[in-house]
Structure formats: C-alpha cells, structure tokens
C-alpha cells in the first residue's frame, strides 16, 4: 500500500524568505515522488521528481526538493519566496513496480505575503 | 505540442440531463487519467486507462459514471443522469507508461449541475 501526507492545509511565508512545504510517505517498496503547483482555475503542472540518486533535487521555478529515507519525507523548499508562488501544492508517491497509479496528498496552500 | 486537451472547460447543466466530458491525451503518452477535485475531497481518482484499455476504475462513484477511450487520442466521460452533488473541476492527466514518469494535467472542466 502507498499513502502520501501533507500535515499542513496552509503554509504562510514573507517575500523573500525560505519556504518549506512538507511531505512524508508510505511505501512498501522504493518511493517515486512528485511535487506538483496547482494555480487558480489551472490544472497541476509537475515541479520535481526523485526517481533514485542525489537526494536532492532542483526543479522548475527555482524549487527543489530533499528525498529523506530515514524520516520517509519528501520536502518541497525555495531559498527565496515570490508572490507569484502562491499556489496549491500536491505531493504524490508512486510505489516502485507496484503501482503505476499515483497517491496523491491533499494539498498545501502557500501563500506567499508581499 | 498543445498539451492535454479537454473540453468544455465550463458545463453548466440541469439535474437529470446527460453530461459528455472529453479528453485529448498528450501524442504519445500511453497512459491516462481522469480526477475529480472538490473542496471536500480533495483530488480523486476516477479511472486508469493504459494503452486505451480501462485497468483501474474503482474511484468510478456509481454506475451513472462511465469512461471510454476508443483510440489512443482520445477519452469521454459521461455521467447520466447528472446530480448536483457530481459539481466538481474534472481534469484528465497523461503520461508515458511507467511508475517514474509524471503526469500532464489538462486545465480541467468545471461542471455545475442545477
């Protein structure tokens, strides 16, 4: 079985500022993970994937993400927050060669304050 | 390329009436998605197809839903006899086959039933 959780509905941050949005997963076997943005009246649009290798991985617009296996995270980050960053986001898991349909979280809203 | 394709993107239509939601997949991608997202509940799978055959429709909420996808280029979603509770933004998603690849989201359909 695969689950995905976003402990946090909202994630307030000030211009400029680092931004974290959490993630932790369930998996049987080795985790595939996603971040996706959500704009208003949009569909997702993929960010970033860990498939294997580096722990950490850069994304579109500036984001990044560091796969922890001992703590079962999947963290979304920016060093510097934009407005325009505003948006719903969604982590998903994908258990490795069991499933090829994804777990989604319920989303986190950034909100991002000038 | 255009990207996933859905139309309409907004159905308003009355309790009863019958309601055809389309899909035009990404060329190429093998695989395809269609969600439902609410307030309430959140992004939910309704049904998997992969190389146009149906693999996985138990989000499918009851028999008034059905899904085809008679060619590799496109996929309805049909629900008769609509209800107000089925007022949601339905998004079709496509991918390559394979739990590493990511999805591409159409910019969904916004359906209201009166």
């Known amino acids: 079985a695969q689950s995905v959780a976003q402990p946090e509905d909202q994630v307030n941050v000030a211009e400029g500022n680092p931004l974290t949005v959490k993630c932790t997963y369930s998996?049987?076997?080795?985790?595939?993970l996603f971040w996706y943005v959500q704009y208003p009246n949009r569909g997702l649009q993929f960010l970033l994937k860990?498939?294997?290798?580096?722990?950490l991985v850069k994304g579109s617009y500036g984001f990044e993400a560091e796969f922890n296996k001992s703590q079962t995270s999947f963290h979304l980050k920016k060093p510097s927050a934009l407005v325009s960053d505003s948006a719903l986001y969604f982590c998903?898991?994908?258990?490795?060669?069991?499933?090829?349909?994804?777990?989604f979280g319920r989303g986190t809203s950034l909100i991002v304050h000038p | 390329d255009a990207g996933v394709i859905q139309s309409p993107r907004h159905e308003v239509t009355e309790m009863g009436q019958e309601v055809t939601l389309r899909c035009k997949p990404i060329?190429?991608?093998?695989?395809l998605f269609w969600y439902r997202q609410t307030m309430m509940r959140g992004l939910e799978l309704l049904i998997y197809?992969?190389?146009?055959?149906?693999?996985?429709d138990s989000g499918m909420p009851e028999d008034r839903f059905s899904a085809k996808m008679p060619n590799a280029s496109f996929s309805t979603l049909k629900i008769q006899p609509s209800e107000p509770r089925d007022s949601a933004v339905y998004f079709c998603?496509?991918?390559?086959?394979?739990?590493?690849?990511?999805?591409?989201f159409g910019p969904g359909t916004r359906l209201t039933v009166l």
């Open positions: 998603a496509s991918s390559f086959s394979g739990s590493f690849n990511e999805q591409f």
């Open positions: 998996v049987s076997g080795n985790p595939y």
């Open positions: 860990y498939i294997t290798g580096d722990n």
């Open positions: 998903a898991v994908r258990d490795d060669g069991r499933s090829y349909i994804p777990t």
């Open positions: 060329s190429g991608h093998n695989s």
């Open positions: 197809f992969n190389n146009n055959v149906p693999i996985d």
